[in-house]
């Protein structure tokens, strides 16, 4: 029996094990969404507490993409030295403190460096995520598996909208409003705390991926681990001797084995680099960071900004919804070109939307029509990039490099992935300013771009092997 015929006839128990042990895995990728746009809330907040201008304020939303940029640079490496587990289990030391040390600053500085700590914990959740449940996923369920990662990182981001909404209520809806000795912003970032310690718990629950078992030559614990996750009817031995042959072929990644070709990089690592930063530029995570200032900057009362904001997220969780159902049936590479062309219709109709603003400071409002229409397009924007490109990408990048390659490559994508984030978030509060209209149409170019990138460029890797892959 092959190995895709024994993947397809897992019984219930396996299937029930593998999907536990991808949602443990899969915990890190809701601190990563949980972490990144829990800040949303609290943004008009520290403006107010530490008086700073639009360009500080992004330099300390933006900060902790820097260092994301290094623990996804760090993690492939880490994970091939110890193990996948132990680097979970740094990720969540690393948000827990983050967590505590946001919610209690003493001063803007230490504020910006418990974001960069918390950076790093999602910087290696990103990288270590796709990695662990590419490794532990059968062939025949990778894609949906895969698709968990975003599952999580958008239930994490719409649950942080839904506290940061609560704990506004609570305190009366002022984001500085004092809750027990606290202020509104300060409970929002300090709530993380509980996820990171449940991700560190799941960590302990679950095995070690069979492929780094055997490259220490954990040959029994290995096969255990392949027992449980393909079934007992799977040739164990066949599959150890398929595995090591593919670790024969290949040695310990590194930056210099990423080299090659015309323009530095292999063109698998172009594709990755290039995956990855059409991801961020067509201005995502601008809804995630700063929607609650954007619908306020057109008129929009705080309250309904943040309930908004939380509509949107529920909008992100029924498109990655679509997305897992369709992954693997469809493929990756069709989903990446109907998602592209309706974000670069939705951003173009923004775009449109934005040009009638007017007025400024706290007199600033749209037209009612154009008002829904950009709140109609916005959702319709999220939508698109949820079904697609939101998940699509997390499941190509673990997926997509040849074995000999993949935790460095894995490292330069994501890494690539957080440096365009940081870019758009760090540029949108003054290109905001200076034209929120015009900065739609950036994203909209972009997407536009992306989808010629896809065509030319993206393979389709619907039900390959990773050991095929190359």
Known sequence: MSTTEANQGLGAEHIGHIIFITIAAAMGGFLFGYDSSVINGAVEAIKSRYDMGSGTLAQVVAIA??????????????????????????????????????????????????????????????????????????????????????????????????????????????????????????????????????????????PESPRYLISVNQIDR????????????????????????????????????????????????????????????????VAFYYSSTLWQSVGIDPSSSFLYSFTTSIINIIGTAVAMV???????????IVGSIGMTISLAVEAWAFSYKRGSGSGVSLPHAQGLVALISAHTFVLFFALSWGVVVWVLLGEMFPNRLRAAALGVAASAQWIANWAITASFPSLSDWNLSGTYIIYMVFAAL????VLRFVPETKGKKLEDMG
Not at 67 to 77: D, E, H, K, L, M
Not at 155 to 174: D, K
Not at 326 to 336: A, H
Not at 450 to 453: C, D, G, T, V
């Open 222 to 285: 290995a096969k255990q681990v392949l027992s449980e996750v393909e079934g007992e009817s799977a040739d164990l031995d066949a599959r150890v001797a398929e595995i090591r042959h593919a670790m024969r072929r290949e040695h310990k990644s590194t930056f210099r084995d990423l080299l090659g070709g015309r323009f530095g990089f292999l063109a698998v690592i172009w594709i990755g680099i290039g995956l990855s930063a059409f991801q961020q530029l067509v201005g995502i995570n």
């Open 450 to 453: 992306s989808l010629l990138f």
């Open 326 to 336: 369709f992954v693997d049936r469809i493929g990756r590479k069709p989903l990446l």
């Open 65 to 206: 993409l820097i260092g994301s940029a290094i623990g996804a640079a760090i993690a492939g490496r880490i994970a091939d030295r110890i193990g996948r587990i132990h680097v979970m289990h740094i990720a969540a030391a690393l948000f827990t403190v983050s967590a505590i040390g946001s919610a209690v600053p003493f001063a803007l500085w230490e504020l910006a460096t418990w974001r960069v700590v918390g950076g790093i914990g999602i910087g290696m959740a990103s990288v270590i995520g796709p990695a662990y449940i590419a490794e532990v996923s059968p062939p025949a369920y990778r894609g949906r598996l895969g698709s968990f990662q975003q599952a999580a990182i958008v239930t994490g981001i719409a649950i942080s909208q839904l506290v940061n909404y609560a704990i506004l209520q609570i305190a009366h809806g002022e984001q500085r409003g004092h809750i027990g000795g606290l202020e509104a912003w300060q409970w929002m970032l300090g709530v993380m705390v509980v996820p990171a310690l449940l991700y560190g718990l799941f960590s302990f629950a679950i």
